[in-house]
């Protein structure tokens, strides 16, 4: 089934290669939620993670099988922009890869440059794929820009379309965000030049990485790879589910469409030719960085007076999203 007319996409993506795939996930997840969420944080219903958005029929009638993840699987976390910069912090779904190796899969989490452009981190990306073991079946759950320096590694270094079976855009950057236009010049200009403690500044490379215009230009320049298979999972909430410190974006982005995630519109979030597999209710950062998880004085003062709507139950979402796509590898 195709994704639905009434549901927004980015015109850069032809809508005839998307498959609408949120009914079979929304089963998957509801099974491990029933099986695991209890026992894990920040457990919510599964009609609390994910959005229903009408059209989405119904599952296959086929059982979700809850065994352990093979040794043979490897799981990596490809973190987006500015992630570096935070790391003391969070990092991205370092809660969701520590419940995968629990459950006997093998994960990754390559350091990118948080501040770097798609090519430079494409190549840092491709240097970390490239020294995993041959013979894995290698998952890449790309976040925000993350997903943007998977296309790019893909495009620039064909040795690596061997080693990687699949993408998972989650809240890609796909198609650029407008916040990339949106932010005042003062503050383009601290992130092109300024230092800071953990990430070095790349004269704006990274968000010129996420302009529209050069989002499309790649999409119109760069098929997806044959071989791969691509999914997305996208993310859209209401007000009073956006965390404060991200209140004023949320707003500025609901001008072009209510259907956002604080940083990206949902239509800018699906990767051409993906399985959509649901869209998620939490905000950009909630539902990839487990911020509210740091015990120390400054990771519990964000959580309160900044991102304090990051509870979310990742273990159970990455978990249902790498067993959904097992099903197909």
């Not at 520590?98 to 989490?109: C, D, F, N, P």
């Not at 529209?212 to 009073?240: D, I, K, Q």
């Not at 404060?244 to 956002?260: F, Q, V």
Request: with cysteine.
């Amino acid at each position: 089934m195709g994704w639905p007319d009434s549901l927004p996409l980015n015109s850069a993506i032809d809508r005839a290669s998307i498959t609408d795939g949120r009914a079979r996930f929304r089963a998957v997840l509801q099974t491990v939620n029933a099986v695991h969420g209890r026992a894990l944080p920040d457990y919510r219903t599964t009609d609390l993670i994910l959005r229903d958005l009408g059209g989405e029929g119904q599952a296959v009638e086929q059982a979700v099988e809850l065994r352990p993840i093979p040794g043979s699987v490897r799981i990596v976390a490809v973190p987006g922009f500015l992630t570096e910069c935070v790391a003391f912090l969070s990092g991205v779904l370092t809660d969701g890869l520590a419940h995968l190796e629990s459950l006997g899969a093998k994960t990754l989490a390559p350091v990118l440059d948080g501040r770097g452009g798609a090519a430079r981190n494409a190549r840092q990306l491709r240097d970390a794929i490239m020294t995993l073991p041959e013979g894995e079946t290698v998952i890449l759950v790309a976040m925000s820009k993350g997903a943007v320096d998977v296309q790019e590694m893909l495009a620039l270094y064909p040795e690596t379309h061997a080693r990687v079976q699949a993408v998972v855009a989650l809240v890609g950057a796909v198609c650029g965000s407008p916040l990339a236009h949106l932010a005042p010049n003062w503050l383009k200009w601290v992130e092109r030049n300024v230092p800071m403690p953990l990430c070095r500044a790349h004269g704006g490379e990274g968000v010129a990485s996420l302009t529209p215009e050069v989002r499309r230009a790649f999409l119109e320049n760069h098929a997806p790879v044959a071989g791969v298979r691509y999914y997305s999972v996208g993310a859209a909430v209401e007000a009073e589910t956006m965390s404060k410190g991200m209140m004023s974006a949320y707003r500025a982005l609901c001008r072009t469409d209510a259907l956002n995630d604080g940083q990206m519109l949902l239509a800018d979030q699906v990767l051409p030719s993906s399985e959509v597999l649901g869209v998620l209710n939490g905000d950009h950062i909630a539902v990839g960085m487990p911020f509210n998880r740091n015990t120390g004085i400054l990771g519990r003062w964000v959580a309160k007076r900044v991102l304090n709507k990051n509870a979310f139950p990742r273990e159970v979402m990455v978990e249902a999203i790498v067993r959904r796509v097992l099903e197909d590898l």
